[in-house]
């Protein structure tokens, strides 16, 4: 499964990329407006720091502006993948870019009809919002259940991005399910590194070794 942060701060990046697992970076408005800087400057350094894909999201809700905009920030870089919201207009730009082979990530899905329609508009990403559905009643990995069977049925070849990630047991039930790629708040990949269980075992064979008196 790929690990991608959901963020856009420069230091929880770096600190991610420098242990070789972080395979790419998403963005969206709310988290540009949190990191308080500049969204054309901000993307370009993430993606000079991150190989794989860094989604930037458009603003505009109609097709022709959502054109424009992508024409701006796909020029940022290379590994820029467009965001688009799940609405007709957002699936328009979806078929246009993804024809001239620009990478689209389809964001702000919650149904798997949903997903079924960003797969046949070629989308490269689809975002399911776990967190979101499960705060609003229903079941987030339930959703991507579906859209796995779904998108297996017919060979799509549209990438699961399980986003809206609050904790490691949603990781863990994204990756039971076959995810693709899961995008994740920093906090909550740190958090996958640790276990109590690890630390006091680090503790009890650092106090032993302690009492050879041995150096390697
Ligand atoms: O970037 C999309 C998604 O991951 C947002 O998550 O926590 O704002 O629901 P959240």
Redesign the pocket.
């Known amino acids: 499964m790929k690990f991608f942060v959901?963020t856009a701060d420069i230091a929880d990046i770096k600190e991610l990329a420098d242990t070789g697992l972080l395979d790419g970076v998403?963005t969206?408005p709310?988290?540009i407006a949190k990191s308080g800087r500049d969204f054309m400057e901000v993307t370009r350094e993430i993606c000079g720091i991150v190989d794989g894909p860094v989604s930037a999201e458009v603003v505009a809700l109609d097709h022709a502006g959502m054109m424009r905009e992508a024409e701006v920030l796909r020029k940022i870089a290379d590994n820029v993948c467009i965001k688009v919201p799940l609405t007709i207009d957002g699936l328009k730009t979806c078929k246009a870019l993804t024809g001239e082979g620009t990478m689209v990530n389809v964001?702000l899905c919650f149904s798997a009809n949903q997903a079924l329609l960003a797969a046949k508009a070629g989308a490269t990403f689809i975002?399911p919002?776990i967190?979101?559905h499960d705060d609003n009643g229903f079941d987030g990995i339930d959703l991507i259940s579906d859209i796995r069977l779904i998108y297996d049925n017919y060979a799509y070849e549209t990438q699961i991005l399980a986003?809206?990630?609050?904790h490691g047991v949603h990781v863990l039930q994204c990756a039971k399910i076959g995810a693709d790629v899961m995008?994740a708040p920093p906090a909550v990949i740190k958090g996958l590194f640790k276990h109590i269980l690890t630390d006091k075992g680090i503790e009890g064979f650092m106090a032993d070794w302690a009492k050879t008196g041995q150096s390697i």
């Open positions: 959901d998403t969206n709310s988290i964001t975002s919002f967190g979101r986003a809206s990630i609050r995008t």
